[in-house]
């Protein structure tokens, strides 16, 4: 036996769901951080807030963020000074680590540029040896005018784009 099934769910029992699907859907609109900014005014954002804002204007940040540890020698004394930059040295500098996962991803965007060049001018390179080949060869070669008419290069045209394709190959062809 299966169980009753209701054809017409009554106009209240839908705008239940409606609105908790709404409550569902505000929870995650809702913005992450909150800080004070110079003027007193509080912001909200799904971004941290600028490097200028003091950590105690910070006033909720997502749950996965730690707050900013900001070390400072204090007071006038000059051998507290390396003391507290030796015990800033003995922890990594999150600064670092990123500044070398973007020179890394700095060096690996140019090498797959070098790559891209390098294909294109490969490619450049046989285009032009293939051109220059026909050209020499004396195959009859056609271009359309701006008529659309069949034009056929002559002997003037043939030895201009002979030395043009001859350009191309000292550029790109590898010696």
Do not use: H
Not at 33 to 55: F, H, I, T
Not at 118 to 125: F, H, L, S, V
């Amino acid at each position: 036996m299966s169980a009753p099934r209701i054809a017409n769910p009554p106009a209240g029992f839908r705008r239940l769901i409606v609105c908790l699907a709404l409550l569902a859907l505000a929870g995650t609109a809702q913005a992450q951080w909150k800080w004070r900014d110079a003027a007193g005014n509080v912001q909200y954002s799904d971004l941290p807030p600028p490097a200028g804002v003091a950590e105690k204007d910070i006033l909720q940040r997502p749950p996965n963020q730690r707050p900013r540890i900001v070390v400072t020698a204090v007071g006038a004394n000059a051998a507290s000074a390396p003391a507290a930059a030796a015990s800033t040295a003995a922890r990594p500098d999150p600064d670092v680590s990123s500044r070398k996962k973007l020179e890394l991803e700095q060096t690996a965007q140019r090498a797959e540029e070098e790559r891209k060049i390098k294909a294109q001018k490969a490619e450049n390179c046989k285009t032009a040896q293939d051109q220059l080949r026909l050209l020499e060869d004396g195959v009859r070669i056609s271009r359309k005018d701006e008529r659309g008419e069949r034009v056929y290069l002559d002997d003037q045209q043939r030895a201009t784009e002979a030395k043009r394709a001859r350009a191309v190959i000292a550029v790109d062809c590898p010696r």
